[in-house]
């Protein structure tokens, strides 16, 4: 992976003119996590198997539009600027590289539209500019950006120039948006590992959030219609997070099945033995969770 620099739009062109003739290049937005390691795979997110991304996402002031099946018999030329006529940065210089797709004749445009803007700008901010406009999959450090010429083989290039710049009023002008942070909140077991909290003290908490509105919600939502298997789950999902048994007792009785069979008395030592996973999400599933909002004194 190398890294190109240029300062205008002729730049650009120039850059791109030279990446069409490499079949085997292509651009991305981001930026390399480690230099000194060669990329096998390009991900910007933290993996499921625990591996860190290879690409990190930094503000560029250059930004790539994929414009794909463009109704239109105009040539080229007068077809691209109508669609940059209808972008937030019309009036802009520009390049643009015809499609690898793109023949002559088709009645569509499919084209790649290139610019810098006056100010840097990050995925988040490209996608809300430009949202409805084009292909958002673009805005992503580790999309694919490709600029290779089509290679024919056995005939010409129906296109005899697919890398043009049109010259406009300079650089671009798309205004970078304030983005909200989007905050993350720990799981339980997340606030552990990382030494946030002790388990016990959230477990305790969360418990607290559980009042007697929402029970007696609960219990009125499934009353009498609860079979064992149902039942074993609840019993140990209140016994798991701490319940006293005859919390547990009368919950379980206004909701068990008649027919059921179940007896409280003598499931209640090996609750959670077969269930460990059973806890606060059983609970909040039978129940109406939005009531915790209500803030009623705790049962």
Not at 53 to 80: G, H, S
Not at 259 to 275: I, K
């Amino acid at each position: 992976m190398r890294t190109e620099s240029f300062t205008d739009i002729g730049g650009l062109y120039d850059l791109l003119v030279g990446l069409s003739d490499e079949a085997h290049s292509a651009v991305v937005r981001g930026e390399q996590v480690d230099e000194n390691h060669q990329l096998k795979q390009r991900t910007s997110n933290l993996q499921k198997d625990g591996s860190l991304p290879t690409l990190r996402e930094v503000p560029r002031r250059w930004f790539m539009i994929d414009i794909d099946d463009y109704p239109t018999e105009k040539p080229a030329a007068e077809a691209v600027a109508e669609v940059v006529e209808g972008l937030p940065c019309s009036g802009a210089d520009y390049v643009y590289q015809l499609s690898s797709s793109y023949r002559p004749g088709t009645g569509f445009l499919k084209v790649h539209i290139w610019f810098i803007n006056d100010v840097p700008l990050v995925c988040g901010q490209l996608k809300a500019a430009f949202r409805g406009k084009c292909d958002l999959a673009v805005f992503s450090a580790a999309q694919v950006l490709y600029t290779a010429n089509p290679i024919y083989e056995g005939e010409a290039d129906p296109v005899d120039e697919r890398v043009h710049l049109v010259r406009g009023s300079g650089f671009a002008s798309v205004k970078p948006i304030e983005l909200r942070k989007v905050v993350k909140i720990k799981t339980r077991p997340q606030m552990v590992d990382a030494g946030d909290a002790d388990e016990v003290e959230l477990i305790d908490a969360e418990r607290g959030n559980i009042g007697k509105t929402f029970m007696r919600d609960l219990c009125r939502r499934n009353y009498h219609q609860l079979r064992h298997r149902e039942l074993v789950r609840l019993g140990s999902a209140l016994h798991n997070v701490g319940f006293d048994e005859d919390t547990a007792a009368a919950i379980v009785s206004a909701v068990k099945d008649p027919d059921s069979g179940h007896d409280f008395a003598q499931c209640w030592a090996t609750y959670g033995v077969g269930d460990h996973q059973c806890g606060f999400p059983t609970i909040y599933q039978l129940g109406n969770k939005s009531l915790l909002e209500s803030g009623y004194d705790a049962i």
